[in-house]
C-alpha cells in the first residue's frame, strides 16, 4: 500500500464515520483516530510520509475559517472575559505545570525543552471539541465558549511552543525577548489578516460567479495563513482575523443559491479534513511507538503523569475561574456566556481533547540544536505528548456523552424556541412592510394581496408555529398540507422534464452544453 490509497482510504473514513458516529451516539474525530489506530497496527499499511512543518498549513487554516462560519464576531467580543480565562490564562498555566513536572520526572529533560512540551499539549484542540460539542445538545453558551477556546488558544500555546522551542535549540532565554516576540505575533497577525480580509472582500466583489466565489474562500485562509507565518506572526491568528472579518459582511440575501452552495462546499471541507487531520493522529502510532526502545512502560508512565497533570489542572483551573466569571456579571449586570452550574463545569472541563495542533507541533520538533548536538529528549516528548493526545481525544470524546447524558446538561430549547418566534415575527413584519410598499406604488389587485398575506404570515408560522393561535395554526396546517401536495406533483412533472432531458443528452448531434445549460434551469427551478 503506498501513501496515495492510504489517503483515499482516510477520505473514505472521513465520510463513513460521520453516519457511523451519529448512530453510535460517538463523535466522528473520534472514530477516525481510532481507525487510523487500527490501520497503524496493520503490518501493510506504511509509515505516514507528512512532513511535519506542513501539517499545520495545510489542516489548520481550511479547518479554523469552516469553524468561523458557525460563529461570529459579536458573540465572541460578548464572552471575552471567559474566553480569555481559557484561551489564554490557562494555556500559560498548564505550560507551566507540564513542564514543571516533565522536568522533575524525565531525566535529562532541561526545563526549555519541558516547557515546549507543556505548550505543545496545553491547547484543547479547536476541531475536536466544536465537533463533539455541537452533536450532544449543550446549552449554547456552553459551545460559545468552547468554540472561542479552541480558536484562540493555539495561538498563544504556539507563540510559547517557538518560544520554548528556540530557547532549548540556542540555549538562551530572556522574558522581554518572549513577551516582544508575543505582541509582535499578534500585530503582524491581525494586520496580514484584515489586509487579506479586505483584498478577499473586493474580489469576491468583482468576481460575480458563485462558484468562482467558493474557490476564491477557499484559497484566502491559506493566503492569510502563510503570510502572516512568513512575516513571523500568528498563522492562525490571522486566519481568525480574516474570517471574522469577512463574516461580517454584509451578504447579498439574494444570493440563495451561492450561500446554499458555500455553505455546502464548506461542510464537504469541513468534514474531509477533519477525517485526514484525526486519522493522521492514529496513523502516526506507526512512528511514536518506534522510538521507545524497549522502555515503552516507562515513557508510559511519565505519559500518565503528564495526562493526570493536563486533565487536573483544567479542573482546578475551571471551578474558580468561572465562579469568579458569575461574580463579575453580577456585579457589572452584564451577560457574559459562562457555565451556569457546577454540572456545566464538569463538562467544560471533561471536554478538553488535545488533537491536531498537538500533533503538527510534537512531530515538529528539530532533531537537533544549534550546535549540532541532538535535541535533548525529543523522543520521549514526542512519546508522551501522543499518550496526552491519545488518552484525552480518546478516553474523554468516548465517555463526553455518556457524561452529558449523566449529568442532564441540555441546551435551553425554551430560549431558542423564543428567538426563534421573534425571528419568524420579525421576518413576517418585514415581508408585510414590503407588500405595502409595492401595494402603494402598483395598486394591487385586493385578491393577490390578501393571497400575499396570507402567503407571509404561513411562512412564518412554519418557522415557529407558537406565533399562531391553535385555529390559525390548524389553517395554515391544512394550507401547508395542500402546498405539499402541489409540491410534489410540480417534483414529479420537473422529474420528467429532467429525465427528458438527459434521454436527449445521448442522442446524436445534441451539444452536452446545451443539454447541460437547460437542465441546471430546471434544477434552479427544482430548488425554488
Request: charged share 20%; no cysteine; net charge negative.
Amino acid at each position: 500500500m503506498d501513501q496515495l490509497v492510504l489517503l483515499f482510504l482516510l477520505l473514505l473514513g472521513a465520510v463513513v464515520t460521520v453516519p457511523l458516529g451519529e448512530r453510535l451516539g460517538l463523535p466522528a474525530p473520534v472514530l477516525m483516530t481510532l481507525f487510523g489506530i487500527v490501520m497503524a497496527l496493520l503490518p501493510f499499511v506504511p509509515n505516514v510520509d507528512v512532513p511535519p512543518e506542513l501539517v499545520l498549513p495545510l489542516v489548520l487554516p481550511p479547518l479554523l475559517y469552516a469553524s468561523v462560519q458557525r460563529t461570529s464576531w459579536r458573540q465572541f467580543a460578548a464572552n471575552w472575559q471567559p474566553i480569555f480565562l481559557l484561551a489564554v490564562a490557562l494555556v500559560f498555566v498548564t505550560t507551566a505545570a507540564v513542564a514543571a513536572v516533565a522536568h522533575a520526572i524525565v531525566p535529562g529533560l532541561p526545563l526549555a525543552a519541558a516547557a515546549a512540551l507543556g505548550a505543545l499539549v496545553a491547547p484543547p484542540d479547536p476541531v475536536a471539541a466544536t465537533a463533539v460539542a455541537g452533536r450532544l445538545g449543550l446549552p449554547r453558551r456552553m459551545v460559545s465558549i468552547l468554540e472561542g477556546e479552541g480558536l484562540f488558544n493555539d495561538v498563544t500555546a504556539i507563540v510559547l511552543y517557538h518560544v520554548a522551542i528556540a530557547a532549548a535549540v540556542t540555549g538562551t532565554f530572556t522574558w522581554t525577548g518572549a513577551v516582544g516576540e508575543l505582541v509582535l505575533s499578534a500585530v503582524v497577525a491581525v494586520v496580514v489578516g484584515v489586509a487579506v480580509a479586505w483584498t478577499a472582500g473586493r474580489l469576491m466583489g468583482f468576481v460575480a460567479d458563485a462558484t468562482l466565489q467558493i474557490g476564491l474562500s477557499l484559497l484566502v485562509p491559506f493566503v492569510s495563513y502563510a503570510l502572516a507565518d512568513q512575516l513571523r506572526g500568528s498563522g492562525v491568528l490571522a486566519v481568525l482575523t480574516t474570517a471574522f472579518h469577512l463574516s461580517e459582511r454584509t451578504a447579498n440575501p439574494d444570493d440563495v443559491s451561492g450561500r446554499l452552495a458555500g455553505a455546502t462546499f464548506w461542510e464537504i471541507v469541513d468534514t474531509l479534513v477533519t477525517g485526514i487531520a484525526f486519522g493522521l493522529i492514529g496513523l502516526e502510532l506507526h512512528t511514536v511507538f518506534g522510538t521507545s526502545e524497549g522502555r515503552a512502560w516507562q515513557m508510559l508512565g511519565w505519559g500518565a503523569a503528564v495526562v493526570a497533570v493536563v486533565v487536573f489542572v483544567r479542573l482546578a483551573w475551571l471551578l474558580p475561574a468561572a465562579w469568579a466569571a458569575r461574580k463579575i456579571r453580577e456585579a457589572t449586570h452584564n451577560h457574559p456566556e459562562i457555565p451556569g452550574s457546577l454540572r456545566e463545569t464538569i463538562v467544560m472541563w471533561w471536554a478538553g481533547m488535545r488533537g491536531v495542533a498537538s500533533v503538527a507541533l510534537a512531530l515538529a520538533i528539530p532533531f537537533e540544536t544549534e550546535d549540532g548536538s541532538p535535541f535533548p529528549a525529543r523522543d520521549e516528548i514526542v512519546f508522551i505528548a501522543f499518550v496526552v493526545i491519545l488518552a484525552t481525544l480518546v478516553l474523554q470524546g468516548l465517555t463526553l456523552p455518556w457524561l452529558v447524558s449523566r449529568l442532564g446538561v441540555r441546551a435551553d430549547t425554551e430560549a431558542e424556541k423564543s428567538l426563534e418566534r421573534e425571528l419568524a415575527i420579525r421576518a413576517t413584519r418585514a415581508a408585510r412592510r414590503r407588500l405595502e410598499e409595492i401595494d402603494a406604488a402598483e395598486e394591487l389587485p385586493e385578491e393577490v394581496r390578501e393571497l400575499l398575506v396570507r402567503r407571509a404570515f404561513d411562512m412564518g408560522v412554519r418557522i415557529s408555529p407558537d406565533m399562531a393561535d391553535e385555529e390559525r395554526r390548524a389553517a395554515v396546517a391544512q394550507r401547508v398540507e395542500r402546498g405539499r401536495r402541489v409540491r410534489r406533483v410540480q417534483e414529479e412533472m420537473l422529474s420528467a422534464s429532467r429525465q427528458a432531458v438527459l434521454a436527449a443528452r445521448k442522442e446524436p448531434g445534441v451539444d452536452p452544453e446545451v443539454v447541460d445549460r437547460v437542465l441546471r434551469e430546471l434544477d434552479v427551478r427544482s430548488l425554488r
